[in-house]
């Protein structure tokens, strides 16, 4: 079977040296500085942001990133292992890991010209800038041709209005690669991608959503207010940001199932050993067969959920359209984390119920990777239609 797959999508199932020493790497930062304040983060939903200007210094808010602008340059592998071994600590932090890296610095990085590269990828490289990037508005969340918010020509300025919704950093990130209208509604050619730094006059955060889980992520709304822009802003040319978009979705699908895979996988490990250290009648009760069986189905999808990423990973990486491979790779991890998560609490039983032990926060941030970067629903009708139309 490993020898089919390899052959069929050119993945080699080997670790790189790369990938082991970033794993240890990340594993041991996280253990370090982000174990011991994950509910105190979690409780006051604390964006914590000298926690990620250490992460700049690790190379880690980069990782796709060329060295030339201040990068790492690594490949999209090794972007997985540094989602995973964060998100399995704690899913708030991967999921600002995953949107500065993969929403708002890929973007720039596919589609900006040398001088934007230069300008802004060597301060978001290094967490000097932390970014953002805006599609959602309140009332278009999948639906995201009839978006309201316009950039309106004047002279060498673009002038927007309007407002986006459940942005990741939208009121602490230094700059938001935003997505406005400037065509008609409903035409996907009526719509351009423009960077907008914080500090430019009309550019505010608006409401902080108070969320069930990945609380310590910032998510708020951005309001743009006769914001002016200047023109060299634009990202690519005018009537490119929803083809744009729709390629960095593609990546981003990626994030959010590396980001679902850490938190399943720190779902089972809390499990684990939860059911190996807790006696009833006088056993584990990981010896009862109810309990074992459990962990044989989260460990058999874990391993599922990760063939299917590493497999969009290598093809992102050769460059090889990968539309329908990211799709499933998010649609399936998403519901796995969630599945894992839920059996998580049950087999920690009442203590599950409870923010003594891990398993609650597991089971809460896991529901957004079902959501975020396009929900299951989207997902199922993405894969139908490339299945489909292929």
């Known amino acids: 079977m490993q020898d089919i797959l390899a052959q069929d999508t050119g993945y080699d199932f080997s670790i790189s040296e ?39 210094k690790l190379g880690l808010m980069g990782v796709l990133v060329p060295e030339a602008y201040g990068g790492s340059g690594f490949g999209y592998q090794e972007y997985v292992d540094v989602i995973v071994e964060v998100a399995r600590v704690c899913g708030s932090v991967g999921l600002s890991l995953a949107a500065h890296n993969s929403l708002c610095t890929g973007h ?11 300008r802004w990828l060597t301060k978001l490289s290094t967490a000097e800038w932390i970014g953002a990037w805006g599609l959602t508005e309140a009332n278009t969340g999948s639906d995201s041709l009839r978006m309201l918010t316009t950039a309106t020509l004047d002279v060498d300025h673009y002038v927007i209005n309007g407002s986006k919704n459940w942005i990741t950093h939208g009121k602490s990130g230094d700059l938001a690669v935003v997505m406005v209208r400037t065509g008609d509604k409903g035409d996907s050619k009526g719509i351009s991608a423009i960077v907008v730094e914080r500090g430019t006059p009309g550019f505010s955060a608006g409401k902080k959503e108070n969320k069930l889980g990945m609380r310590a992520s910032e998510t708020t709304e951005m309001i743009f207010d006769n914001c002016r822009v200047p023109v060299a802003n634009l990202l690519g040319k005018e009537g490119e940001g929803f083809k744009q978009a729709m390629k960095v979705l593609d990546g981003g699908r990626i994030s959010i199932a590396a980001l679902a895979l850490g938190i399943a996988k720190g779902a089972y490990d809390a499990a684990l050993a939860y059911a190996q250290e807790r006696h009833q009648f006088g056993q584990p009760i990981s010896s009862f067969q109810a309990i074992s069986f459990k962990l044989a189905d989260m460990a058999t999808e874990i391993e ?15 460059g090889v359209k990968m539309t329908k491979e990211s799709a499933m790779a998010k649609y399936f991890a998403s519901e796995v984390a969630v599945r894992t998560a839920t059996e998580a609490v049950q087999i920690f039983g009442g203590y599950g119920y409870t923010k003594d032990f891990p398993a609650e926060k597991y089971y809460r941030d896991s529901k957004l990777c079902t959501i975020g970067e396009g929900t299951s629903e989207i997902q199922k009708i993405v894969i139908a239609r490339e299945i489909l139309n292929g």
């Open 18 to 56: 790369n990938q082991q020493m970033i794993r240890q790497m990340v594993k041991e930062f996280a253990e370090r500085n982000i174990r011991p304040h994950v509910m105190e983060w979690d409780e006051v939903q604390h964006f914590p942001v000298d926690l990620f200007k250490e992460l700049g």
């Open 304 to 318: 599922a959920a990760e063939l299917l990423i590493r497999q969009a990973a290598d093809m992102k990486n050769r």
């Open 108 to 118: 720039i990085l596919a589609f900006g010209n040398e001088e934007q590269k230069q």
